[in-house]
């Protein structure tokens, strides 16, 4: 199947600083590209909707001031989660559809990315 | 609107023992639908997929009827290993939404050996 790659996989930061986190197609070019917050033992959450050469799009209750999403090309999505702060400590996962294999194609995901504000 | 309710957890099962876990889904249009799993630590993993009614996906063991009469699409798997225990997840996706997923709240399995 088709490979989305994050980086880094865990990230320790101290409360103030910023921290970009990357998700990267390897073998498909993906024009959209989604991120989620996921805390313990919980679902998903889909904070945002990153779209190639355009603004994304965010959910209900998330700052995008926050959450700097930027999807320059079509193998590469960033989220920069600034001025951290401990309550923004999670897991965050990315995802990515390949289009070229049909509308009812899966969604492949990023390992993941631990954040823990310190 | 589309959402997926997905049974709770956490479940517990010993080796060999068999495992259902329900799913059911409301959506406008419609949906495909979808389990991935999740090991500690890492991101999902797709499990198996289902596009239309009454098609059945299957993986490594586990099967899953796509039922539109009952819009459900229970996850089942007739003998467990330990090496299944990890968090379940069920998801819808629907073109009338953009192709959007949703998911269920997880189900966390550990089978004992």
């Known amino acids: 199947g088709a490979v989305v790659s994050q980086h880094p996989s865990w990230v320790i930061c101290k409360s103030g600083t910023s921290v970009k986190i990357e998700c990267r197609s390897l073998d498909f070019q993906a024009t959209t590209m989604f991120w989620y917050r996921q805390f313990p033992k919980q679902s998903l959450m889909l904070m945002a909707t990153s779209n190639e050469g355009s603004k994304a799009t965010y959910e209900q209750g998330v700052e995008k001031d926050k959450f700097l999403i930027n999807h320059a090309s079509l193998t590469l999505s960033t989220l920069t989660v600034t001025s951290a702060h401990p309550e923004d400590s999670s897991f965050y996962i990315c995802s990515a559809r390949d289009w070229a294999r049909g509308m009812n194609t899966e969604a492949f995901f990023g390992q993941g990315t631990r954040l823990t504000v310190v | 609107g589309n959402s997926v309710t997905q049974m709770e957890g956490p479940v517990t099962l010993s080796e060999e023992a068999f495992l259902t876990i329900n799913c059911t889904y409301t959506?406008?249009?419609?949906?495909?639908l979808f389990w991935y799993v999740q090991y500690p630590g890492e991101g999902l993993q797709l499990l198996l997929k289902?596009?239309?009614?009454?098609d059945k996906g299957s993986n490594k063991g586990f099967e899953a009827t796509y039922r539109k009469e009952t819009t459900s699409f229970h996850l089942e798997k007739g003998s467990v290993q330990v090496s299944d225990s990890a968090v379940y997840f069920c998801?819808?996706?629907?073109?009338?939404?953009?192709?959007?997923?949703?998911f269920g709240t997880g189900t966390s399995l550990t089978v004992i050996p």
């Open positions: 959506a406008t249009g419609y949906p495909s």
């Open positions: 289902a596009t239309k009614a009454d």
């Open positions: 998801a819808l996706s629907a073109q009338d939404t953009g192709n959007q997923f949703y």
